[in-house]
């Protein structure tokens, strides 16, 4: 998972504005990554993130994420994903 997890912080590198709040890319979760994809990505860094750990990952991670008490999910964005998770993912 650690060059999973570095190839997922150089999307994020590769594109700062998605986490404008720090430049420590070092101490990132995963779920901080796709978070912000999910929030603030293209399509294209969404396809890259789940080509790099998976459909099945990034829907636990996605419903991590929703089920959170205080989520920062955008809600159109946790609609979407919500039904793209239950069509694609197992």
Same mark, same amino acid.
């Given at each position: 998972m650690d060059k999973k997890l570095d190839k997922a912080r150089d999307i994020i590198?590769?594109?700062p504005g998605l986490i404008w709040y720090t430049t420590g890319? /070092?101490? !990132? #979760?995963? /779920?901080?990554?796709?978070e912000a994809i999910f929030n603030y990505g293209s399509w294209d860094n969404f396809q890259? !993130?789940? #080509? +790099?750990i998976g459909? @099945?990952? +990034?829907? %636990?991670?996605f419903q991590k994420l929703a089920q959170k008490k205080r989520s920062n999910l955008? #809600? +159109?964005?946790?609609?979407? &994903?919500? @039904?793209? &998770?239950? %069509?694609y993912a197992s």
């Open positions: 590198r590769n594109n890319y /070092e101490d !990132l #979760s995963i /779920e901080a990554i796709a890259e !993130l789940q #080509s +790099l459909t @099945n990952t +990034l829907a %636990k991670i955008h #809600s +159109l964005v946790k609609n979407y &994903f919500n @039904n793209y &998770f239950v %069509k």
